[in-house]
């Protein structure tokens, strides 16, 4: 692995969220800065509030930043702060990358591309395309996901606590998703995504025996929502999966360059202390 230089032409990067000390964006980030021995670093920022959220983007046109990953709860201000966006990020209505150029801010989602390819990964037998699949939460991240499932052809129920968040997150994708309530909502789901913070309360052995279920979160890798999954016999995809799927993206549009040859999950998980899995069903 090469040694990074940094020097007073470093580029700047980032992550920006609230809490942000949990984040392994940037041992992600800076292990590929590493690898490819670049001149360049990435940062953990958490901006107290919108207005430091906002204070920040002003860093970034400012020429300070070449550009950050968002996580929560900053997704959809990001979005809203931007000069211009992607096709995905103006579908989802959120954005998890701002790159800095010239004093404009483009937004840009990958969130649903590390997910579909998490899924790719670990559940490669799943088929979405007109299938029934359930979304637990409604906010940033799910908004992303929602887009990219729907975009894969799935038939997406989305079920929330708000009920109020989850019409509008239909309402602005329209199409196949839709709002559910109740156990109607996972009849005949042949995936099941948790995008809250908490293990949901549902009857994992009410689903489909083929069912796959992912969770989003990745500390721990396997969360008890992924472990009582395994225990009904369903296949399982985890968050970290999904952290690395979405940050090769991230570290192109940040750094201008493609991320090196360098799997970064055996580092991940010596950093989360837990042993590499055997099985990931």
Known sequence: MSRACVTGAAKVG????????????????????????????????????????????????????AGINVTAPFKEQAFALADTASETARISGSANILAFRDGSVHADSTDGLGLLRALREQAPDLS????????????????????????????????????????????????SVTVAEGPAAFQGATLV?????????????????????????????????????RVAGLTTVDGLAMLIGQAGPSFQAIFGVAPPDLDPRPLLLTHLEEPPPGDMR
């Open 14 to 65: 980032g992550i920006a969220g609230n809490p942000i000390a949990h984040s392994l964006s940037p041992v992600v980030h800076n292990a590929w800065i590493a690898a490819a021995g670049l001149d360049a670093v990435y940062a953990p920022f958490a901006p107290r509030d919108a207005a430091g959220f906002e204070a920040l983007v002003a860093v970034g046109r400012a020429g300070l930043l």
């Open 128 to 175: 979405l395309a007109g299938s029934p699949v359930v979304m637990l939460g409604a906010g940033g991240a799910a908004r992303a996901a929602v887009a990219a499932l729907a975009g894969a052809g799935a038939q997406v129920r989305i079920v929330n606590r708000t009920r109020d968040r989850a019409e509008a997150l239909a309402a602005d994708l329209g199409g």
């Open 193 to 229: 995504v948790n995008a809250l913070s908490i293990r949901p309360e549902i009857d994992l052995g009410t689903l489909e025996p083929g069912a796959t279920v992912m969770d989003m979160t990745y500390k721990p890798v396997i969360t008890p929502f992924l472990k009582a999954a």
